[in-house]
């Protein structure tokens, strides 16, 4: 029993292995983000060719082929299945998701929702359906690499349709997942310090480092502030397009 209970525990990892296996995963990272931004290069046209369209039907067909996918089983817009296919780095498939949706909104404008024939209106009511679950998608599965740019996008196709309270929600809760990444990296800053402090070989590095650590704290403090004030920037709360009243 106590040789099982010594077998299962887990080997430690010194903090050089610890450090090589972080180099070595930043760095297969960095590999794949390289190899993925050369994809979208083949892929943005796409994206902008759904721009193009003033047949309804035609621009929905084009739409759930492009990020859904040819062989799909159903419409479902959950983890973008052809997007996900050909990208791994969520940084490109979102700025795809988000060209795409900026697109399908130019054509939009272009059918004009409110002067459609009548045999093409319920296809009209499918797109503006897919539209809002292209919205909800992205947001769910790119949050953490939304920049404000790209929100404001979100926002617009939103309040295009005149959905104000979903789009108030979205822009409330971007802002969370900011302030939250925002507190972690400011954490993680402050861990590193500590670490450093430990260092006890040159008195007169820590010492400057000591004053040094106030100056830095008071400048975290007026950036986090400026940060928190500069998100209120990506707000959308009225557009001139409004496609659906």
Request: with cysteine; glycine share 2%.
């Amino acid at each position: 029993q106590l040789q099982a209970s010594k077998a299962s525990k887990a080997p430690k990892i010194s903090s050089k292995a610890k450090e090589l296996i972080e180099n070595l995963q930043a760095e297969k990272a960095s590999a794949q983000l390289t190899k993925d931004n050369e994809k979208l290069k083949y892929w943005e046209p796409k994206a902008e060719a759904l721009g193009g369209h003033r047949d309804p039907v035609k621009l929905e067909t084009e739409l759930l082929e492009r990020l859904l996918g040819l062989h799909r089983a159903t419409d479902s817009f959950v983890d973008f299945p052809a997007v996900s296919a050909a990208f791994e780095t969520p940084q490109i498939a979102c700025k795809f998701v988000v060209k795409a949706i900026k697109n399908v909104i130019k054509s939009m404008k272009a059918i004009g929702p409110d002067h459609v024939k009548q045999e093409e209106q319920p296809v009209v009511r499918n797109l503006v359906c897919h539209i809002f679950c292209m919205v909800k998608e992205a947001f769910n599965s790119y949050k953490e690499v939304l920049d404000g740019k790209a929100i404001k996008t979100l926002q617009e196709a939103l309040l295009a349709f005149n959905f104000k309270k979903t789009t108030q929600a979205l822009f409330a809760s971007w802002k969370q997942v900011q302030k939250r990444q925002l507190q972690d990296a400011k954490q993680e800053e402050e861990k590193d310090d500590k670490k450093d402090k430990k260092d006890k070989k040159d008195k007169d590095k820590k010492d400057k480092k000591g004053k040094k650590d106030k100056k830095d704290s008071k400048e975290g403090k007026e950036k986090e502030e400026k940060n928190d004030d500069d998100l209120e920037a990506f707000a959308v709360t009225k557009t001139k397009d409004v496609l659906w009243k």
